[in-house]
């Protein structure tokens, strides 16, 4: 657990590195009433790709890693720092393509002592599938990637933008299922001096397991593999508000990546968001996702693959 502010690592054991990752917050400050004072910061692959990290900008928060033998697992690029609002980009080597990524805020914008300014508005694979992007609304972002062989690599989808408020389903081809995916905002609401009144209400598997969805108004991205090798997909309870969901794995089975999906997100009428996404990662055991909500209702969903 960290320290105030600061970040967690997930280190891999000797001889494995990291494939997959989440984070789980401890304490996230906010006023009593609603406005928003914490964010996530990063939750990506370390530099030396042998863990996951996570910060957040107030609070403590808790890295997860999922850790795979060195000659099982992707390869690490990590990205340039951006221009304030702009992308950064993690590229693949030649030959390689985008199995997952990650975010790193390298600038946050927000009140002195308050209201954020600024989110996270896109973490997914590029459009050509050899690379992972990371946005930020306001402040700098760097994207990193794992990149595996292109013949080993699931295959990219990029759905429709969204209408506003809606969802954005990045259906998968005949015979596949996703593996993994991630989301893009195509237009963000907020003040003109800063206070965030939009949010990312679900990046997760399609309850089919056959794309993956988004919702606010962006763009979803999907990873697809045949479905011989692509994980079976478990879809957790809603839960109570402020509270965790848990979508279990089958015996036999752990989880290999997750999402979320909002059920309910306190805002203020026309403006302000007052809640917040405050976890999604593996569950402690390994054997599920879990994700929570700070104020409303959450849906975990977990991709999950046999153990033998």
């Avoid at 030396?48 to 890693?65: I, P």
């Avoid at 990524?101 to 927000?110: I, K, N, R, V």
């Amino acid at each position: 657990m960290s320290a105030d502010g600061e970040a967690s690592v997930a280190s891999c054991p000797e001889g494995t590195r990291a494939v997959n990752g989440g984070y789980a917050s401890a304490s996230f400050q906010h006023a009593n009433g609603g406005s928003i004072y914490d964010a996530v910061l990063a939750s990506a692959p370390t530099k030396d790709g042998k863990g996951w990290f996570a910060s957040q900008l107030k609070g403590k928060v808790q890295a997860r890693a999922l850790c795979a033998p060195e000659g099982q697992a992707p390869t690490l690029v990590v990205g340039p720092v951006s221009a304030d609002g702009e992308a950064s980009v993690a590229s693949c080597p030649e030959g390689t393509r985008a199995v997952n990524g990650g975010y790193a805020s390298a600038s946050f914008q927000h009140a002195n002592g308050g209201t954020i300014y600024d989110f996270l508005t896109a973490s997914a694979p590029t459009k050509d599938g050899k690379g992972w992007f990371a946005t930020q609304l306001k402040g700098k972002a760097q994207a990193r990637a794992l990149c595996a062989p292109e013949d080993q690599a699931p295959t990219l989808v990029v759905g429709p933008v969204s209408a506003d408020g809606e969802a954005s389903v990045a259906s998968c081809p005949e015979g596949t299922r996703a593996v993994n995916g991630g989301f893009a905002s195509a237009s963000f609401q907020h003040a003109n001096g800063g206070t965030i009144y939009d949010a990312v209400l679900a990046s997760a598997p399609t309850k089919d397991g056959k794309g993956w969805f988004a919702s606010q108004l962006m763009q979803a991205r999907a990873l697809c593999a045949p479905e011989g090798q692509a994980p079976t997909l478990v879809v957790g309870p809603v839960s109570a508000d402020g509270e965790a969901s848990v979508a279990s794995c089958p015996d036999g089975t752990r989880a290999v990546n997750g999402g979320y999906a909002s059920a309910s997100f306190q805002h203020a009428n026309g403006g302000e968001i007052y809640d917040y996404v405050t976890a999604g990662a593996p569950t402690k055991d390994g054997k599920g996702w879990f994700a929570g909500q700070l104020k409303g209702k959450v849906q975990a969903r977990a991709l999950c693959l046999a153990t033998g």
